[in-house]
């Protein structure tokens, strides 16, 4: 009597852990990619620069990235879990709570290296040390990063690669967020233009951003 | 006493072997000293990523008061050509005013004509444009 009841909690026991586990693994498959992440993280112009990108499966091999791939670590599943789960909340409140039109893109993408993960690069461009069909300058500069891996200099990948991911991600922010005044209007034309191109029957025009040409424009002559 | 031989010809041949793998990673034996980084700092965009006189002024010998301007070539080396440079900065082309591309040179500037390394760089169009330039673009890096 004993036995089977300690062989049922094991049958009861391996088929809930294998529930929960594939309920965990197929929530994780859903939830990784930029049609899922667009929903509340406000993302537009990196994901339509994304979509330019041969990170999005433009490239010979069609190889496709996700967003996670690159945007989560993976070190181990719990790091990747949390990270994802901090991220869901912080992105959802952001979305529903803040001012949205005014997100300083370029101010966050100058912290590019905090969220981009070598090890997700690694995981797919295993060969960048010793790739013979690198450029020279290319191996030399692979060499550096990985002497200065663990050390207070440490750089990360998207340190020199600084579009990567997101080619023309510079244009994109500045049609988005202008860093200068006098592309306000123009900007906010090609913006509106990529997003209906992106978005087609669920784009909704966005509000204009008010003009920031009194606080840039002194800035901007100060400087000088 | 042989043994300790035996560890003395170990531990040398240890030493040689230490001594003979940094070599391998450091071919460029040069200290940079305060004097040389002040006299030609380098720009916090490049100090940022750890990167130092020889990264830059490679095969040009061990001494950093005989090296010479490394040229578009060597600029080119990491940043990617004209063009490229050209496209990154495509926005600006939205009022015709895009330095890497502008209706009076197109992508064909020299670097060193607006970009300096080693002193604060200027700003070509500024010649001209002169109450115009601080609309379009911030300082030149």
């Given at each position: 009597m004993k036995k089977r009841i300690i062989f049922l909690i094991f049958v009861i026991g391996g088929v809930f852990g294998l529930v929960a586990s594939l309920g965990v693994y197929y929530g994780l498959e859903l939830t990784s990619d930029e049609r899922f992440c667009v929903v509340c993280h406000e993302m537009d112009p990196m994901v339509i620069a994304y979509n330019d990108?041969?990170?999005?499966?433009?490239?010979?091999?069609?190889v496709r990235a996700r967003c996670?791939?690159?945007?989560?670590?993976?070190?181990?599943i719990i790091n990747y879990i949390y990270a994802k789960a901090r991220n869901g909340v912080v992105e959802g409140y952001i979305h529903f709570f803040e001012d949205v039109e005014n997100i300083n893109w370029h101010e966050n993408r100058a912290r590019r290296k905090d969220f981009v993960f070598d090890d997700g690069c690694l995981h797919c461009h295993t060969n960048v040390f010793d790739n013979a069909l690198l450029t020279d300058k290319a191996k030399k500069m692979h060499a550096h990063y990985k002497k200065l891996?663990?050390?207070?200099?440490e750089i990360g990948c998207a340190s020199c690669h600084v579009e990567v991911g997101h080619m023309g991600l510079n244009n994109m922010l500045n049609y988005w967020d202008p860093k200068y005044p006098i592309y306000e209007d123009k900007a906010y034309e090609k913006k509106e233009e990529l997003r209906r191109n992106y978005f087609k029957d669920s784009y909704v025009p966005s509000v204009k951003k008010s003009s920031k040409k009194d606080t840039n424009s002194s800035d901007e002559n100060s400087s000088k | 006493m042989k043994t300790d031989k035996l560890i003395l010809i170990f531990m040398s041949c240890m030493l040689i072997f230490t001594f003979s793998i940094s070599n391998d990673n450091n071919t460029t034996q040069v200290e940079i000293t305060k004097e040389m980084e002040q006299k030609y700092p380098i720009k916090a965009h490049h100090s940022q990523i750890g990167?130092?006189?020889?990264d830059c002024h490679?095969?040009?010998?061990?001494?950093p008061f005989k090296f010479k301007n490394i040229g578009d070539k060597g600029c080119i080396s990491c940043h990617g050509d004209k063009k490229r440079v050209a496209k990154r900065l495509q926005y600006m082309d939205m009022l015709k005013a895009n330095p890497h591309n502008s209706v009076h040179d197109g992508p064909t500037l020299y670097c060193d004509e607006c970009h300096y390394e080693h002193k604060k760089s200027t700003n070509?169009?500024?010649?001209?444009?002169e109450h115009e330039v601080p609309r379009w673009m911030g300082v030149t890096p």
């Amino acid at each position: 009597m004993k036995k089977r009841i300690i062989f049922l909690i094991f049958v009861i026991g391996g088929v809930f852990g294998l529930v929960a586990s594939l309920g965990v693994y197929y929530g994780l498959e859903l939830t990784s990619d930029e049609r899922f992440c667009v929903v509340c993280h406000e993302m537009d112009p990196m994901v339509i620069a994304y979509n330019d990108d041969v990170h999005s499966g433009k490239g010979k091999t069609g190889v496709r990235a996700r967003c996670v791939d690159c945007h989560l670590p993976h070190d181990n599943i719990i790091n990747y879990i949390y990270a994802k789960a901090r991220n869901g909340v912080v992105e959802g409140y952001i979305h529903f709570f803040e001012d949205v039109e005014n997100i300083n893109w370029h101010e966050n993408r100058a912290r590019r290296k905090d969220f981009v993960f070598d090890d997700g690069c690694l995981h797919c461009h295993t060969n960048v040390f010793d790739n013979a069909l690198l450029t020279d300058k290319a191996k030399k500069m692979h060499a550096h990063y990985k002497k200065l891996l663990n050390t207070k200099d440490e750089i990360g990948c998207a340190s020199c690669h600084v579009e990567v991911g997101h080619m023309g991600l510079n244009n994109m922010l500045n049609y988005w967020d202008p860093k200068y005044p006098i592309y306000e209007d123009k900007a906010y034309e090609k913006k509106e233009e990529l997003r209906r191109n992106y978005f087609k029957d669920s784009y909704v025009p966005s509000v204009k951003k008010s003009s920031k040409k009194d606080t840039n424009s002194s800035d901007e002559n100060s400087s000088k | 006493m042989k043994t300790d031989k035996l560890i003395l010809i170990f531990m040398s041949c240890m030493l040689i072997f230490t001594f003979s793998i940094s070599n391998d990673n450091n071919t460029t034996q040069v200290e940079i000293t305060k004097e040389m980084e002040q006299k030609y700092p380098i720009k916090a965009h490049h100090s940022q990523i750890g990167l130092s006189c020889f990264d830059c002024h490679e095969n040009q010998g061990n001494d950093p008061f005989k090296f010479k301007n490394i040229g578009d070539k060597g600029c080119i080396s990491c940043h990617g050509d004209k063009k490229r440079v050209a496209k990154r900065l495509q926005y600006m082309d939205m009022l015709k005013a895009n330095p890497h591309n502008s209706v009076h040179d197109g992508p064909t500037l020299y670097c060193d004509e607006c970009h300096y390394e080693h002193k604060k760089s200027t700003n070509m169009c500024l010649e001209c444009h002169e109450h115009e330039v601080p609309r379009w673009m911030g300082v030149t890096p």
